[in-house]
T-cell receptor
Framework: QKEVEQDPGPLSVPEGAIVSLNCTYSNSAFQYFMWYRQYSRKGPELLMYTYSSGNKEDGRFTAQVDKSSKYISLFIRDSQPSDSATYLCAMNTVTRDKLVFGAGTILRVKS | DTEVTQTPKHLVMGMTNKKSLKCEQHMGHRAMYWYKQKAKKPPELMFVYSYEKLSINESVPSRFSPECPNSSLLNLHLHALQPEDSALYLC???????????FGPGTRLTVL
């Protein structure tokens, strides 16, 4: 079993839709949770960073962490064609010096 | 400024060539990383430097040789690569060894 599971998609939605991207994990020691957006042939861009549980909002993006269920989510409101990219979840423990990535979900927003 | 820069953007090399990839950050971060990314896969960790010292080598072949000349710079020296080494090479940095990492734009390497 992988430490982090993420559906690779692709996920296709119409412009303006609310997008929900998710990852599940098995290691209860994970404390740092990140979402990256990666456009084709570019480096990953850090979108959201959360420590431990709770919600965090930044513009159209909301990150949620549910440690009891070992489940994290990224919501994108009013999705735009420019949001079309691969979204990677990543997480880490307090002591481990390497990120564990999900497989990445390909998102396509159609105008 | 949350920028990590990488040069060159693209590199084509033969199997007998020697080349270097460069990475720079001016965020005062103390940890720097090299990743390799193949198409449709997440980044795969190669090396970690903490306070300019190599702390992790993920069993990377010796044809890849990292170097950290100072706290802002990271190099990856390449020699006698194989075509299967063609990939996007990413540099990242972070304040400490845990927590958020900031990635550079990557160097797209093609080995002929």
């Amino acid at each position: 079993q992988k430490e982090v599971e993420q559906d690779p998609g692709p996920l296709s939605v119409p412009e303006g839709a609310i997008v929900s991207l998710n990852c599940t994990y098995s290691n209860s020691a994970f404390q740092y949770f990140m979402w990256y957006r990666q456009y084709s042939r570019k480096g990953p861009e850090l979108l959201m960073y959360t420590y431990s549980s709770g919600n965090k909002e930044d513009g159209r993006f909301t990150a949620q962490v549910d440690k009891s269920s070992k489940y994290i989510s990224l919501f994108i409101r009013d999705s735009q064609p420019s949001d079309s990219a691969t979204y990677l979840c990543a997480m880490n423990t307090v002591t481990r010096d390497k990120l564990v990535f999900g497989a990445g979900t390909i998102l396509r927003v159609k105008s | 400024d949350t920028e990590v820069t990488q040069t060159p953007k693209h590199l084509v090399m033969g199997m007998t060539n020697k080349k270097s990839l460069k990475c720079e950050q001016h965020m005062g971060h103390r940890a720097m990383y090299w990743y390799k990314q193949k198409a449709k896969k997440p980044p795969e960790l190669m090396f970690v430097y903490s306070y300019e010292k190599l702390s992790i080598n993920e069993s990377v072949p010796s044809r890849f040789s990292p170097e950290c000349p100072n706290s802002s710079l990271l190099n990856l020296h390449l020699h006698a690569l194989q075509p299967e080494d063609s990939a996007l090479y990413l540099c990242a940095s972070s304040q400490g060894l845990a927590g958020e990492q900031f990635f550079g734009p990557g160097t797209r390497l093609t080995v002929l």
